[in-house]
């Protein structure tokens, strides 16, 4: 069995094309994960707009229960907003289900309270309230675990009582991960928390990530393709709204140049150092021009990676 | 100087008044986005209701003042909650609709107040002492002042206490900033609605007793009036802000009673082209923040 | 061995617009939607054949209706030659144009003012004061007056527009305010205060004077309609109108492709102002004065409910909300007068004497059941239950986007 199930419609047009079955997927990521466990979100036909404009569009895809699984995409392809939809602070149709149970019409405060921690995009931070009261304001549970993020983020500890607006980019995103972390989660959306800050405060992000991902799955928007590759077992990839590429492997996905190029407008490889910066910028244009071309480079992507017309739009 | 002082003091008083009125609509408009026509019509209805009991109560006696008060405000608050849940919350998160709905409030429940007590206006009494004067500096000023201005004062003061301490006022004040991302916490927010909607609904009630002794009437027109001053003082205050309604409410006032004494009667304008500055200086409002 | 997918097709065809910049590839997001609401124009293109087919008829309907003997009984209070129909029908003309220039703001731009009726208070109180002050004929003295809400639209929509959405209500509010405070404190004793101002007869034309000639006040009024309506036609569907209707739909898109909204705001304002001030100038000929209920905010309101009532968005929903508004108010204050409601026990006498209770009541309940007004029913109606969903859904949208 694949350990990342594909929606039926896909594997039924998987055979039809004659691409490898997908029982023969075997991985090493899958290998700890107890190959039965039932993925923690599966999305199936996720459509969303927002003032009347679709930014999401019959997205299907889900996340294992374990270990971080990345989503991918140029700026402005849906990413964010998907992850929204998958909460509901934009309005959406389709069938989200979240541990076995729909999720998908209920309002956002109660999916949250199922088990979900979201980190948004831009950190969030309630920038009048103390830094106590942003995280008090997010417990949860009856016993929120405040010594665990006292040990991760001892900084917080110290700034308790400083308005959170006043704190630096790095530090917010402490508290937008501690707010999050202070919960017992079945599943946690984390929306770049790389974004804008400097190389070693990234690294601590991606440690912190790193070792929160040993108990709780993740789903992590991340342009930085150098913490992809340190962190992501699997990684979903959308263009245009829509899901375009997905792999239960993300390191294999990054090491194809061609798909990259094509799908992220980035070389995965061209040095770590740079690469960051390179995700980061407004885009990068300059790849713009080659991609319809690039479009037809399937036939180099290697022999595991299937192709699938059915997402193909009118 | 006997002059200034009484101005002053009358324009505190009525800052007071706008006050009441504009903290609610502050509230209510940072937390929710809603511009609520129908705030007028929870201050009269509160200023009906003191004064309903007033006169059963017999009407120049202390306790009587503070049981009317009690009872102004806790109708404004039930009023409000009523609003909020019957009418506001089936339109979640459609913002003009809302507005639309507390106009059509504010129509009807005038429109009813008519009917109920009629069109003109009622002349009230309150304890002996509010007819007394208090003289400061030479100033002879009527003691109802003092009244509105320590009621305001002890408003700010609980609603600042509330804001502060609580985890509701904790919850609004993070809504005022970001509604969304207190849902995306877990918290329902619709809750803080309705209590955002109560609060305010209760400081109108008490404003409309208040107002009623500062006026010596009521008259179902009595909450429009003041809502429109209260709608320039949160604009002017920056929406959304309760320091800001504060400080506004006063300068307002202050203009407005200055204005009308040196400058014959104009007061009204002078009130409006200081809204025409802020805005075309500072568009949020002198502590509002950037939309 | 891993398995992953990859979907050329759905990802050449984004890739493709990529090349744009990063707002192209959001307006190229934007387009299936749209384009089925162009679908759904097309297909209703013989409907609005019949519609303006209609329209003419009525209209030369109600341009020979002084010359007819109709009965409305329980709407009209006499046959439709009477000057007391006359007058009525006049006013609902009226207040069908007024509410047709608050549509140009909020149906059209999504502008929510609160200070529509400061225009058409100066219609009329600039006619009044002008007349009764100046010894001019007519015609000199609407211009002059027409010159000065120019101006004085101009100056509120430069100062108001500097804010959107609901400050932006609140700050019109306010300058209205103040001119219905200014009116009624009777300066230079110009006004006649609260007790209004007696229309000054002596340089008006014969043949607008007297009861027996209502009915030419009647045509006069029916000519400021079709008028009103041409002009919001002739706005709503110039360059300026199309513009004012993106940026009611998303501001931010608007600024991207570098139109800038201001400008186009203002110049709706100002024409929105210009011709309430046409129809109040009118209303003065008709009524013979003036009152500050002409300027105050609750007149604003009254346009505003009109216009929901009838169906935001829709000329025709701002004609029959106008009229219906004109015609209802009417029926309730006889009802709250009559016999029938003096005998009734408190409970019921009280709200059913209250015509403005009812209004309100009314107007709350077809926001919260009744998106899209009269019309929208009406259209929904003709409708399959799929497609009546989906319009409500966008009727809905269509208030929405007036923040
Ligand atoms: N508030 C908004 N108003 C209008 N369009 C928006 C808004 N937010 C996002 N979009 C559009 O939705 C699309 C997807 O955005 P987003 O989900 O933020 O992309 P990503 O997170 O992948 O960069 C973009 O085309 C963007 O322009
Ligand atoms: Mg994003």
Redo the contacts between chains.
């Keep these: 069995m694949?350990q990342?199930p594909?929606p039926s419609a896909?594997a039924a047009h998987?055979g039809a094309t004659g691409?490898?079955a997908?029982a023969?997927?075997?991985?090493p990521a899958a290998a700890q994960a107890g190959a039965h466990a039932r993925p923690v979100l599966e999305i199936a036909g996720l459509t969303a707009?927002i003032?009347?404009?679709?930014?999401v569009e019959d997205v299907s895809f889900s996340v294992p229960a374990t270990g971080i699984t990345a989503l991918l995409g140029?700026?402005?392809?849906g990413k964010t907003s998907t992850i929204k939809a998958v909460?509901g602070?934009i309005s959406r149709t389709g069938s989200v289900t979240l541990d076995g149970e729909r999720i998908d019409k209920e309002?956002?405060?109660k999916i949250?309270?199922r088990g979900v921690g979201?980190v948004?995009e831009d950190r969030?931070v309630?920038?009048?309230?103390t830094v106590a009261?942003n995280l008090?304001?997010?417990e949860?549970d009856a016993s929120p675990r405040r010594q665990l993020v006292e040990e991760l983020f001892p900084d917080l500890l110290k700034r308790a009582s400083q308005m959170a607006g006043t704190l630096s980019g790095g530090q917010q995103q402490m508290v937008s991960l501690a707010?999050a972390l202070l919960?017992e989660n079945k599943l946690l959306l984390i929306d770049e928390p790389t974004k804008g800050l400097a190389p070693k405060i990234v690294q601590e992000v991606a440690e912190t990530l790193e070792r929160a991902a040993e108990t709780v799955p993740i789903l992590l928007v991340e342009q930085n393709l150098q913490v992809v590759r340190q962190l992501a077992a699997g990684a979903v990839v959308l263009?245009?709204?829509?899901?375009?590429?997905?792999?239960?492997?993300a390191l294999?996905?990054l090491d194809n140049e061609d798909?990259t190029q094509?799908?992220l407008g980035v070389h995965a490889d061209a040095g770590h150092g740079e690469d960051a910066a390179a995700g980061h910028g407004?885009?990068t244009d300059a790849g713009?021009?080659e991609?319809?071309e690039?479009?037809?480079g399937?036939a180099a992507?290697p022999a595991?990676?299937?192709?699938?017309?059915?997402?193909?739009?009118k | 100087m006997s002059t200034i002082v009484l101005l002053t003091v009358t324009g505190l008083g009525l800052g007071a008044l706008y006050f009441l009125v504009a903290s609610g609509l502050s509230l209510i408009y940072g937390l929710m986005g809603v511009l609520n026509f129908a705030h007028g019509s929870f201050l009269t209805l509160g200023a009906f209701a003191g004064w309903e009991f007033a006169r059963r109560a017999g009407a120049d006696n202390w306790w009587t003042f503070l049981g009317s008060l009690l009872v102004g405000a806790v109708v404004g608050a039930l009023f409000a909650a009523f609003t909020e849940f019957v009418l506001i919350r089936k339109l979640y998160e459609r913002h003009i609709e809302q507005v639309l709905v507390t106009v059509g409030l504010s129509l009807a429940s005038v429109a009813l107040f008519d009917g109920i007590w009629g069109t003109d206006t009622i002349h009230i009494s309150g304890p002996e002492w509010f007819r007394e004067t208090t003289g400061i500096l030479g100033a002879q000023i009527s003691n109802d002042r003092f009244v509105a201005i320590i009621a305001a004062v002890l408003v700010l003061l609980g609603l600042v206490f509330f804001l502060k301490r609580t985890?509701y006022g904790?919850?609004i004040?993070?809504g005022v900033?970001?509604r969304?991302?207190?849902?995306?916490?877990?918290?329902?927010?619709r809750k803080a609605f309705t209590l955002v909607f109560a609060i305010g609904g209760a400081a109108a009630g008490l404003g409309g007793v208040l107002a009623s002794h500062y006026f010596q009437y009521v008259s179902p027109l009595l909450g429009g009036s003041l809502l429109i001053f209260a709608f320039i003082v949160t604009v002017i205050g920056g929406l959304g802000s309760l320091t800001g309604a504060a400080i506004a409410s006063v300068v307002v006032a202050l203009l407005q009673q200055f204005a009308n004494f040196y400058l014959n009667g104009t007061g009204d304008f002078v009130v409006v082209v200081a809204l025409a500055l802020v805005l075309l200086f500072r568009p949020s409002g002198l502590l509002g923040r950037k939309s | 061995?891993?398995?992953?997918?990859?979907?050329?097709?759905?990802?050449?065809?984004?890739?493709?617009?990529?090349?744009a910049s990063?707002g192209e590839?959001?307006v190229g997001?934007?387009q299936?939607?749209?384009k089925a609401k162009h679908d759904g124009g097309a297909a209703a293109g013989g409907r609005s054949l019949l519609t303006w087919g209609a329209g003419g008829a009525g209209v030369v309907l109600l341009a020979l209706l002084p010359l007819l003997n109709l009965s409305l009984p329980g709407v009209l209070p006499g046959p439709t030659y009477t000057p007391g129909s006359l007058q009525l029908l006049a006013m609902c003309m009226l207040m069908a144009a007024a509410a047709l220039s608050y549509h140009l703001l909020l149906g059209v731009t999504g502008l929510l003012s609160f200070g529509h009726a400061l225009y058409f208070g100066a219609g009329v109180y600039g006619l009044g004061v002008i007349l009764d002050t100046f010894d001019i004929p007519l015609l000199p003295a609407m211009g002059l007056t027409l010159l000065l809400v120019i101006v004085l639209a101009h100056v509120v929509g430069a100062v108001g527009l500097r804010v959107t959405g609901i400050p932006f209500a609140m700050v019109t509010l306010a300058f209205a305010e103040a001119g219905h405070v200014l009116v009624g404190r009777n300066p230079g004793q110009a006004t006649g205060g609260e007790e209004g101002l007696t229309l000054a007869t002596e340089n008006l034309p014969e043949a607008l004077l007297g009861v027996a000639n209502t009915r030419n006040l009647y045509w006069l009024a029916l000519i400021v309609l079709l008028v009103v309506f041409a002009v919001v036609t002739w706005v709503q569907y110039s360059r300026a109108g199309h513009v004012a209707a993106a940026v009611r739909?998303?501001e931010l898109r608007v600024r991207v492709i570098g139109v800038q909204p201001y400008l186009v705001k203002l110049l709706v304002f100002v024409v929105g102002g210009v011709l309430a001030s046409a129809v109040g100038m009118v209303y003065l000929l008709l009524q013979s004065g003036a009152v500050p209920r002409s300027l105050s905010a609750d007149f604003t309101i009254t346009l505003l409910v009109m216009v929901v009532l009838g169906g935001v968005g829709s000329r025709w929903g701002a004609i029959i909300g106008g009229v219906f508004y004109t015609l209802l108010d009417q029926r309730l204050t006889a009802l709250a007068q009559s016999e029938a409601i003096a005998g009734l026990p408190d409970i019921l006498r009280i709200p059913l004497s209250e015509p403005l209770f009812i209004l309100g009541t009314l107007f709350i309940l077809v926001v919260l059941f009744l998106p899209g007004g009269i019309t929208g029913a009406v259209h929904r109606a003709t409708l399959s239950r799929g497609q009546r969903r989906q319009a409500a859904a966008r009727q809905r949208?269509a208030l929405e986007?007036a923040e």
Excluded: C, W
Aim: charged share 20%; net charge neutral; hydrophobic share 35%.
């Design positions: 694949s990342h594909q896909d998987a691409a490898p997908q023969a997927a075997v991985q707009h003032a009347g404009q679709q930014v140029r700026n402005g392809v909460i602070l309002p956002t405060f949250i309270r979201y948004p969030e309630f920038s009048k309230l009261e008090r304001l997010a949860r707010r919960n263009s245009g709204g829509r899901v375009v590429h997905t792999t239960a492997s294999e996905f798909l094509r799908l407004e885009d713009h021009g991609n319809a690039a479009g037809h399937e992507a595991n990676t299937q192709t699938n017309p059915n997402g193909a739009q | 985890r904790m919850i004040r993070a900033e970001s969304s991302m207190v849902t995306a916490l877990g918290i329902d927010v | 061995m891993t398995t992953s997918k990859t979907d050329p097709q759905s990802e050449a065809q984004p890739a493709a617009a990529g090349s990063a590839t959001a997001a934007g299936r939607p749209r739909e998303n949208q986007n």
